[in-house]
């Protein structure tokens, strides 16, 4: 049978491939015909109308809405998360051939529309659910921020040291001759980049809840965060409010005559009124005498303290491989790279070794003892040791998603380690991405090199333990069970 798909994954990085690559493999192993449209952060090549009209069926692996959703009309549509499609591609295959076996009833194609803002956060979900949701949308957008803004601020230094900091404006004087000139004026562009993290933040966690209208209010609740210095915790105070307060006011019943102005000036008027007054006045002082105070505990870390947060925090990288838990660390580090503090830039070091861990321990287990994995998880151990090498976590997945009871608590001990001892040497970072490939920026690289590499030994070592357990369990149930002749 012949398919079409759209992958889509909230950050648009790592989970939107996966899940095209399973259902490519999935379907060439069953003789099947595919075509999948990656909605991801490097943008999508649009399925072709030919592919579409030839498909018996449209899967659709997204936790967010789908771009160019009117496409499909008259076709069967099978929808499920992005990780059914990374962990159970074969019977997503079967669901989708089961529905074109179904008739369609006839609907009216639609005019093709521009992109939407889009959010993953699904309207039966609960509650726990939805606030996760909520969050992750707001790191999504601010992702490609994240990564412009922090590159180009390690490209300056990299060029004009870290003093550059204290260059003059480029606006009053910009010498293109220099390298201190270019330096200069690679971090002014990025530190402006780095000024929208909080606004952005705020702004699509308000929209993950309200939608349009809450942008404003979002974006103002985040601006006045950054002004009365409550950070990104502020941020996410600020969406939050935001979006609770559009949410409020949409349950308003307003004359009809009014309900075409609502969305563009009422809502966000009011909600940024009600937002910025409660910013300013209320919850903004305290947010911001609790970030100072976070911040300075941060700077007197050292020793044992230091060592303790390093393994927190390679335990939140590990322990969902690009979820929630992971993004809050990540994003915790890097809301520290613009004060420049030592202790800032030795968080922002151990989150990345922690973060890179997974992928690289899994990729070297399943080359050291081969026979203990799959030969698809085999395939995708040899595209993790470049995910690894990128500090892209996620390269990890199909390994825990497997055997999450045996693969899970490894990562989680390696990469502990790794932040531990990352913290202990004092290796310091001040990109936020790269891996292994912005080694030249870290402060201390050869200590950051042997903390990877004792984590990702230990966290090999722990997989191929259990692993092994297991294997030779089964072998002996094996012979127990084998009948004996008489």
Same mark, same amino acid.
């Given at each position: 049978m012949k398919f079409v798909a759209i992958t889509a994954c909230p950050t648009g990085i790592a989970h939107t491939y996966m899940a095209a690559e399973s259902l490519e493999q999935t379907a060439k192993a069953n003789g099947d015909t595919i075509?999948?449209? &990656? #909605?991801?952060?490097?943008?999508?090549?649009?399925?072709?109308?030919?592919?579409? #009209?030839? =498909?018996?069926?449209?899967?659709?692996?997204?936790?967010?809405a789908v771009q160019g959703r009117e496409r499909f009309d008259g076709k069967?549509?099978?929808?499920?998360?992005?990780?059914?499609?990374?962990?159970?591609? +074969?019977?997503?295959?079967?669901?989708?051939?089961? +529905?074109?076996?179904?008739?369609?009833?006839?609907?009216?194609?639609?005019?093709?529309? =521009?992109?939407?803002? &889009? &959010?993953?956060?699904?309207?039966?979900d609960r509650l726990g659910t939805r606030v996760r949701q909520w969050l992750m949308t707001g790191v999504s957008y601010l992702i490609p921020f994240v990564a412009a803004g922090g590159l180009l601020i390690a490209l300056s230094f990299a060029l004009g040291g870290y003093q550059i900091v204290d260059a003059p404006k480029v606006t009053e004087h910009f010498d293109a001759a220099s390298l201190n000139g270019w330096a200069a004026l690679f971090f002014q562009?990025?530190?402006?980049?780095?000024?929208?993290?909080?606004?952005?933040?705020?702004?699509?966690?308000?929209? +993950?809840?309200a939608d349009r209208p809450a942008i404003a209010p979002g974006f103002t609740g985040g601006a006045?965060?950054?002004?009365?210095?409550?950070?990104?915790?502020?941020?996410?105070?600020?969406?939050?409010?935001? *979006?609770?307060?559009?949410?409020?006011?949409?349950?308003? #019943?307003?004359?009809?005559a009014m309900r075409g102005v609502m969305p563009v000036v009422v809502y966000p008027l009011l909600?940024?009124?009600?937002?910025?007054?409660?910013?300013?006045?209320?919850?903004?002082?305290?947010?911001?005498? +609790?970030t100072s105070g976070l911040?300075?505990?941060?700077?007197?870390?050292?020793g044992a303290s230091a060592l303790l947060l390093?393994?927190?925090?390679?335990?939140?990288?590990?322990?969902?491989?690009?979820?929630?838990?992971?993004?809050?660390a990540y994003a915790f580090a890097v809301g520290g790279l613009t004060t420049g503090t030592t202790a800032s830039l030795q968080i922002m070091a151990a989150v990345m070794a922690a973060g890179m861990v997974p992928p690289l321990a899994l990729a070297l287990a399943s &080359?050291?003892?081969?026979?203990?994995?799959?030969?698809?998880?085999?395939?995708? *151990?040899?595209?993790?040791?470049?995910?690894?090498?990128?500090?892209?976590?996620? *390269?990890?997945?199909?390994?825990?998603? =497997?055997?999450?009871?045996?693969?899970?608590?490894?990562?989680?001990? *390696?990469?502990?380690?790794?932040?531990?001892l990352s913290m202990t040497f004092g290796a310091t970072l001040r990109a936020p991405h790269g891996g292994i490939f912005v080694v030249p920026l870290i402060g201390s690289p050869l200590p950051f090199v042997v903390a990877l590499i004792a984590g990702t030994a230990v966290a090999s070592a722990s997989v191929i333990l259990l692993k092994q357990l297991r294997f030779r369990g089964a072998e002996r149930s094996t012979v127990t069970t084998r009948p004996v002749n008489a």
């Open positions: 075509v999948v449209e &990656t #909605q991801g952060s490097a943008g999508s090549i649009p399925l072709s109308t030919e592919d579409i #009209q030839a =498909a018996d069926a449209v899967i659709f692996a997204a936790d967010l069967p549509i099978v929808e499920a998360p992005v990780k059914t499609a990374i962990n159970d591609a +074969a019977g997503l295959l079967e669901r989708a051939k089961a +529905a074109a076996r179904e008739p369609v009833p006839a609907a009216t194609p639609a005019p093709p529309s =521009a992109p939407e803002l &889009t &959010t993953k956060a699904g309207d039966n562009i990025g530190s402006a980049a780095f000024d929208f993290l909080v606004p952005v933040l705020a702004g699509f966690i308000a929209f +993950a809840m006045i965060a950054v002004a009365v210095g409550a950070g990104f915790l502020g941020g996410l105070v600020a969406g939050l409010l935001a *979006g609770g307060v559009v949410m409020a006011l949409k349950r308003i #019943q307003v004359p009809k909600g940024s009124i009600v937002v910025g007054v409660l910013m300013y006045v209320v919850v903004g002082k305290p947010i911001a005498a +609790a911040t300075n505990w941060l700077n007197g870390l050292s390093g393994a927190l925090l390679g335990l939140m990288m590990a322990f969902d491989m690009g979820g929630p838990v992971n993004k809050a &080359t050291v003892r081969k026979k203990l994995f799959t030969e698809a998880e085999r395939e995708n *151990g040899r595209a993790a040791w470049l995910l690894g090498a990128s500090f892209i976590t996620e *390269g990890a997945i199909p390994f825990a998603a =497997a055997d999450p009871f045996r693969v899970i608590p490894s990562i989680m001990l *390696g990469s502990a380690v790794t932040g531990a």
